[in-house]
Antibody, heavy 125, light 108 residues
């Protein structure tokens, strides 16, 4: 059974870079037809897609965050990572990683399953 | 930017049918997906490709699509179905993943 687990600091200072890693177990991150995504949820609010990556390194990002986001993959460790720069209090959220079933922009095939348990990142000095 | 619109809340009594709608201009071109999220837990996929149900999801969960609106229907609602429900799709070009604002289902 595929499982995902987020890890990283729970507290980040304003203007610094948030860094998280997602470790995939029970399956290979190099599987075809799957991207790997990051989604966040501010406390008490809704879900926001951050971006996704293919095992080859191909990425696509939410345009509203693109200038601050970098997602990378390490197939040797079965992990993918998120970096979000210049964080503010508005970036405080639970950050989830998930397998992104995606078959191309025109296919309509575009969903997240399964998800990691999520990790709360607070931006505060 | 593209948006999906959901009602903030829906309330039903146990055993009744709950319907949660999601509206968006690109929905005739893009599939919709539905997630259930209980407090303190990660979202769980309950419907994919408008109306398909993943294995392990009870048959009382169903999805439908009509024009710019998709609907999640929960028949014979049970107390355990009380949760937040989110629709998800993409813009017309497929390059931007978007979630609806979420609907809190209350079982009275």
């Amino acid at each position: 059974q595929l499982q995902l687990q987020e890890s990283g600091p729970g507290l980040v200072k304003p203007s610094e870079t948030l860094s998280l890693t997602c470790t995939v177990s029970g399956g290979s991150i190099s599987s075809s037809s799957y991207y790997w995504g990051w989604i966040r949820q501010p406390p008490g609010k809704g879900l926001e897609w951050i971006g996704s990556i293919y095992y080859s390194g191909s990425t696509y990002y939410n345009p509203s965050l693109k200038s601050r986001v970098t997602i990378s993959v390490d197939t040797s460790k079965n992990q993918f990572s998120l970096k979000l720069s210049s964080v503010t209090a508005a970036d405080t959220a639970v950050y989830y990683c998930a397998r992104h079933v995606f078959s191309g922009y025109s296919s309509g095939i575009n969903w997240f399953d399964p998800w990691g348990q999520g990790t709360l990142v607070t931006v505060s000095s | 930017s593209y948006e999906l619109t959901q009602p903030p809340s829906v309330s039903v009594s146990p055993g009744q049918t709950a319907r949660i709608t999601c509206s968006g201009d690109a929905l005739p071109k893009q599939y919709a997906y539905w997630y259930q999220q209980k407090p303190g837990q990660a979202p769980v996929l309950v419907i994919y490709k408008d109306s398909e149900r993943p294995s392990g999801i009870p048959e009382r969960f169903s999805g439908s699509s009509s024009g710019t609106t998709v609907t999640l229907t929960i028949s014979g609602v049970q107390a355990e179905d009380e949760a937040d429900y989110y629709c998800q799709s993409a813009d017309s070009s497929g390059t931007f993943v978007v979630f609806g604002g979420g609907t809190k289902l209350t079982v009275l």
